[in-house]
Each structure stands twice: as structure tokens, then as C-alpha cells.
């Protein structure tokens, strides 16, 4: 119980993710062939056709952070660690702010070197010392965020770090090194050209036939325990060897269209999605359509003419039901097996059902720990099944796809 699980960095939350919650002893469950997940899917095939794996990769290898992280930076995941030592340095931070921190929170050892007072030398000992709470003046809690998020910064500023136990023999890279971080910059170029090796290696290679085994251990007996339908859920940064584990298992793989596989693609237009997969317009950590649509002009414009066909034309401001529709109609007249909505996009269609501020219906934000889960649907069930023709024109439209 010594570590929590998260995700690594991605277009959506910069620092990686952590959900709080212990990971899963692999090793233990093993023993009687994950029989706990067996017999949960065996109750559940009496309810369900089809089921959803979130974060699959977790099952290849988990994002493991240290109690006392609250990033997903400072990570290990399952691997063979390396034998480096680990650098540190001071970032730019704004001068107000630096001196907050340097007067309150640094050591100075002389000759340009600080280390962090033992009462915040971890991000979770910063978080409990600054939390902000209700009775505190605006300008309190201000200060305390911006001391807070620039102590994170300084914890993460690390090349390399230790593996607890290893008495400095064993260190795990840290996770975008080569993004916004001061002691990466800061070598000369020789050495960020050795150093990135190491961590495209670690991260990108070295590891792929490793993670494989691992996800094929596990992965088996729990795709073998109903004949239910698997969604595996393999956003983010995937690895390599994920796609030919979930062909050679038969899971289908969920088709995000702002999140293509392609990285040199910036959507994934529902008409090229294979077969072997279930497309939405989005899920419950990103925004709805409406909410995407306000988030960036030029992004918008873009799929406006590249993916709905609007060449030369100017996108309107905001994601009006026309909008959604010729979205949501794209997705159901898509080749993939499946095509699932939240049923927020759904409501885009209707100015008469849908909330007025769609940022307000989006489910999690993975960049805040806090933003998650407490989505509240705004309608009744019973009302919703009364709006006849709202329903009506959702079953046409499935029908004439």
C-alpha cells in the first residue's frame, strides 16, 4: 500500500494523472488465476452483452506513484529499473514567487545550490501544508495554489530518481525530461543527446516484450471468463505492443475522434475506423462536443473544414445543434462495430433539453484531482422518455444509418 496508481502526461493533463487509489497486487491475484475478476464478470454477463475496460493499459504496465507524490511525473512502472544518478536543478520561477519560496522552503547550501526544507522535500508534505480551505481569504488561497503548483515544479525537477529500497542502485527516468524542465535544458548537448536515449529506450523500447508478458498473464483469463464483448479503453501513451495483445485477444479498441492514433493526424474522421472498434465523439474525461467546440478557434476551424467538409467557410463560434448532429451522424454512419455517445451529446442536438453552459457537462477533468465523478444529469429519466419527438428523431436516425 505503499503506492497509488495515475497516468502518464498527456494532451489533457500536462502532469499526468493520480487517482489516489492503491494498485493492484498482480502477483497475489495470480495465484488463484484472478478468480476475483473472473467472478465479478461472471455476474456481470447476467446483465450485460459488452463491457469496458477503462485504462487497459494498466494491464501492460501500471503508473505507480509514491504516497508522497501528487503529480503524475514522478512515476515507476513495472520495468527493470537503471543504475543513473539523478540531477537536480533550480527552474525559473516568477521573482515574487521565488523569493516566497527560497525565504520559506529552501535551504541555501551556498555556491547556487538549494534543497527543499525536510517539511516540504515531497509533494504530498507541500499539499498538506498549503491546502487551501473555505474560510480563507482569495488572496490566501491564491498564494497558497501558487506555492503549492511551484514546490511541485521543484519536486519534479529530476532527471533521474531513486527507487525506494534500492540504496542508489536502481532509478527510474522521469516521465517528459525533455519537456519544460530546466535540468534537461540545462546539459550540454552531448549529454541530452545521451540522456534522451536512455529515456526513449526506457519509456519506447527496452520494455515492449516485457509489458506484453505481462498484459498476456493477466489479460487471458479474464477475456476467456464470459463471451462478453470487451472494449478496451487504450488512450494515452500506448505502447507498442498493445494493438497486436488486444487483436490476438479480440478486444475491440475505443476510436476517440481528438485522440487519433496517428500522431501526425489531428482527428480521427469516424469514416476511417475500423471495423474492430467502438467510436465516440468523446467520453467522461474529456469535454462534450459543445464543450470541445468553445476550447480553441483554430482547432475548431480546422475540423470544420477538414472533417465536416466546410472548406473556405467560417466555423460558427459556437457548437450549435447543427454542429453536433452532423457529428453524431458521422459516427453512426461509421464502418466500426459500434458507435457509443454520452448522452450529453446527444441532448446537443435539442436547444429545448441541453444545459446552457456546456462546460458544465463534462464528467472529469483528468488535470484536476478534484474534478471527478460529480456530474449530475440535469433531467429525470421519466421526463426524458416523454420527449417524443427528441427520442423519435434519435431512433431515426440510427435506423436510416
Not at 299 to 316: C, D, I, M, R, Y
Amino acid at each position: 500500500m505503499d503506492m497509488q496508481s495515475g497516468a502518464p502526461p498527456d494532451d489533457f493533463a500536462m502532469d499526468g494523472q493520480n487517482w489516489g487509489f492503491p494498485t493492484y497486487n498482480w502477483d497475489e491475484m495470480s495465484k488463484d488465476n484472478f478468480h476475483w475478476w473472473t467472478k465479478r464478470l461472471t455476474n456481470m454477463k447476467e446483465y450485460f452483452d459488452a463491457y469496458r475496460i477503462d485504462h487497459v493499459l494498466g494491464f501492460f504496465r501500471i503508473w505507480q506513484i509514491p504516497l508522497s507524490g501528487v503529480t503524475g511525473l514522478m512515476v515507476m512502472i513495472d520495468s527493470v529499473s537503471l543504475t543513473f544518478e539523478n540531477t537536480f536543478c533550480l527552474i525559473d520561477l516568477e521573482t515574487t514567487l521565488f523569493m516566497l519560496i527560497k525565504d520559506n522552503f529552501l535551504n541555501d547550501l551556498g555556491h547556487g545550490i538549494w534543497t527543499l526544507k525536510e517539511h516540504v522535500d515531497t509533494q504530498r508534505k507541500a499539499a498538506d501544508l498549503l491546502k487551501t480551505s473555505e474560510d480563507m481569504s482569495m488572496v490566501d488561497r491564491s498564494r497558497n495554489e501558487r506555492l503549492m503548483r511551484g514546490l511541485w515544479s521543484l519536486h519534479s525537477e529530476v532527471l533521474f530518481f531513486e527507487v525506494a529500497g534500492s540504496n542508489g542502485t536502481k532509478f527510474h527516468p522521469r516521465i517528459r525530461m525533455n519537456v519544460d524542465c530546466k535540468s534537461f535544458e540545462e546539459l550540454d548537448h552531448f549529454e541530452r543527446e545521451k540522456v534522451y536515449e536512455i529515456y526513449l529506450d526506457y519509456f519506447f523500447s527496452r520494455q515492449e516484450s516485457f509489458w506484453a508478458e505481462k498484459a498476456m498473464v493477466k489479460l487471458p483469463a479474464i477475456r476467456h471468463a464470459t463471451n462478453m464483448l470487451i472494449c478496451a479503453e487504450d488512450l494515452g501513451m500506448v505502447p507498442a505492443c498493445v494493438p497486436e495483445v488486444m487483436k490476438n485477444l479480440s478486444m475491440v479498441r475505443l476510436a476517440i475522434q481528438r485522440m487519433p492514433p496517428d500522431e501526425t493526424k489531428d482527428f480521427w474522421h469516424p469514416a476511417d475506423i475500423p471495423y474492430m472498434c467502438v467510436a465516440s465523439p468523446s467520453c467522461h474525461d474529456m469535454s462534450t462536443v459543445r464543450g470541445w467546440w468553445e476550447e480553441d478557434r483554430e482547432t475548431t476551424q480546422k475540423f470544420w473544414e477538414t472533417v465536416l467538409g466546410n472548406h473556405h467557410s467560417q466555423a460558427p463560434f459556437f457548437g450549435n445543434s447543427s454542429v453536433v448532429r452532423e457529428i453524431i451522424n458521422q459516427h453512426l454512419y461509421s464502418p466500426c462495430m459500434l458507435s457509443v455517445f454520452p448522452i450529453q451529446d446527444f441532448l446537443g442536438m435539442n436547444d429545448k433539453l441541453k444545459k446552457e453552459v456546456p462546460q458544465s457537462e463534462q464528467i472529469n477533468v483528468p488535470s484536476n484531482p478534484t474534478h471527478y465523478w460529480r456530474y449530475r444529469f440535469h433531467l429525470n429519466i421519466e421526463d426524458l422518455c416523454k420527449e417524443t419527438d427528441f427520442n423519435n428523431d434519435i431512433r431515426k436516425m440510427i435506423a436510416d444509418s
